[in-house]
């Protein structure tokens, strides 16, 4: 059988790169739940929008706290919201992980397009009650959630320590995850560049592109994946950021899920 594939479509290429580049997870929100058309849009889009086969996207309009454990990975910053976007996967697939970071990104830029704060949550979540709480099937698997809502005007001092911790802000350089970066086309290095601010757990950045010999990208991570929050999922999320940088960079073209370390090949068709 051949490596599954996402054909082209249309993308809001333009609306998303903005939000990528202006977006920051916010860890403290006003009490009120997401209301009014941004909200109702959010939900039409995460109903709608589907490039994989079995991942999705759901909101929460109202988030029972009992989903969040009120930690990050333990030590990463109390969060909680309430709203949520919950990242849901298809666990008989390999590359689950991935698909579901991919379509999770996306609402996750779509809502923050309309105007909402959000942040990826994996190690601080109750599975359990969120796959209660949907009626998910057996094979379902909560990948991740992201906080959901408004962030409060200015971030708190819990907020900006918290960035201080993990260096939130902190990127690797191009050359790093893509080696040969200077020499690359205009469009790949547009797409390494959105890549490199895509959102990851504990700002780790597993991600390493390569060049293909048919002119193409690859995208794999770097070491052992990790049994909480897959690597797969991260790099799902930096697969859309570099989508969005070389369509922005006039290059359109299709991604083929891989296996193994090897997560996803860029394919330009025009």
């Not at 779509?110 to 990826?120: I, P, R, V």
Request: hydrophobic residues 45%; charged residues 20%; contains cysteine.
């Amino acid at each position: 059988m051949n490596p599954p594939v996402i054909t082209d479509y249309e993308l809001p290429v333009a609306r998303w790169a903005t939000a990528a580049r202006v977006r920051r997870s916010r860890r403290a929100y006003e009490p009120q739940p997401i209301a009014g058309v941004e909200a109702g849009r959010l939900e039409a889009f995460c109903r709608e929008y589907a490039p994989f086969d079995g991942a999705r996207a759901v909101v929460l309009v109202e988030a029972p706290p009992k989903i969040f454990t009120g930690w990050l990975l333990g030590v990463y910053g109390k969060v909680s919201s309430p709203s949520a976007l919950v990242f849901v996967g298809d666990r008989r697939l390999p590359d689950a992980a991935a698909r579901a970071g991919y379509t999770g990104e996306a609402a996750v830029l779509e809502a923050t397009a309309l105007g909402m704060s959000t942040c990826w949550i994996g190690g601080g979540v109750r599975r359990a009650a969120v796959t209660s709480l949907l009626g998910l099937n057996a094979h379902e698997h909560v990948y991740s959630i992201s906080a959901l809502g408004y962030g409060r005007d200015h971030a708190t001092v819990g907020e900006r320590a918290t960035a201080g911790m993990v260096r939130a802000h902190a990127r690797r350089s191009p050359d790093a995850i893509a080696p040969g970066y200077d020499a690359w086309p205009d469009w790949a290095r547009a797409g390494v560049e959105l890549a490199r601010i895509a959102p990851s757990a504990t700002n780790r950045q597993p991600w390493l592109f390569t060049q293909t010999d048919d002119g193409g990208v690859r995208l794999s991570f770097e070491g052992s994946d990790t049994p909480v929050i897959s690597k797969r999922l991260d790099c799902g999320i930096a697969m859309l950021h570099f989508e969005l940088g070389a369509r922005e960079a006039g290059a359109v073209g299709s991604w083929e899920l891989l296996s193994g370390r090897d997560v996803a090949r860029w394919r330009v068709s025009r």
